[in-house]
């Protein structure tokens, strides 16, 4: 069972319990995939809900980014299984945005769903939460007027932290593209905020 692991594992008790259930998974244990479907369903879903505009097509590229891990087990390398996941996710997220092209009328109907966003604050007064809402409206309109290759590249890097090479390696690309990517989507992001600027400079009277 003490298999060669990197270092790192044994330091951090989760990628050594992930490390730990997905060995047990390639050596057929279905409850031990399903252990890490459980630890990484809803940090895969807010992931990919952020780059595919319809919440039943993220809820599909998240099953199939499991199906494909389940199938490429043996496919991983080490490192980090939850950035293996993260970039299966991904992939399967664009992959299915190339072939639906349709735009719906709420781009990100996810932020309507309470179980998805995090508990408010003692701040959440009525007026702060009518901005932050219309914040929110005005922003995720914006990302999904721009191409899903440039949404998807400042989701990651603005949103979810990941620096350049990062991207380059879950998306596939090289680090020019992504540079490129997330230049000119910030761009295309500034010219559709451009008439709501003032919503995002202060809480507003």
């Known amino acids: 069972m003490e298999d060669a692991r990197p270092s790192e594992a044994i330091d951090d008790p ?6 730990i259930l997905l060995e047990q998974a390639r050596d057929g244990s279905l409850d031990a995939f399903n252990g890490l479907v459980e630890c990484y369903q809803d940090h895969l879903f807010a992931l990919v809900a952020r780059m595919v505009p319809d919440r039943d097509q993220a809820a599909d590229a998240v099953q199939e980014a499991f199906f494909s891990a389940y199938r490429n087990l043996r496919a991983f390398r080490g490192g980090s299984v939850r950035s293996w996941l993260s970039r299966i996710a991904i992939n399967a997220a664009m992959d299915q945005q190339r072939l639906k092209k349709r735009r719906p009328s709420q781009p990100y109907p996810e932020l309507e769903d309470d179980s998805w966003q995090p508990p408010a604050g003692v701040e959440a007064d009525p007026l702060h939460t009518a901005i932050q809402g219309e914040r929110s409206r005005v922003l995720n309109a914006a990302l999904a007027a721009i191409t899903p290759d440039q949404r998807t590249a400042i989701v990651l890097f603005d949103v979810e932290g990941y620096d350049y090479a990062e991207i380059a390696d879950l998306t596939g690309v ?6 490129s990517r997330i230049h000119r989507g ?17 809480e507003g009277d």
């Open 174 to 179: 090289s680090l020019g593209t992504v540079k």
């Open 186 to 202: 910030r761009l295309a992001l500034r010219g559709r905020l451009e008439d709501s600027i003032a919503l995002f400079r202060g």
């Open 14 to 19: 989760v990628q050594r319990r992930d490390l």
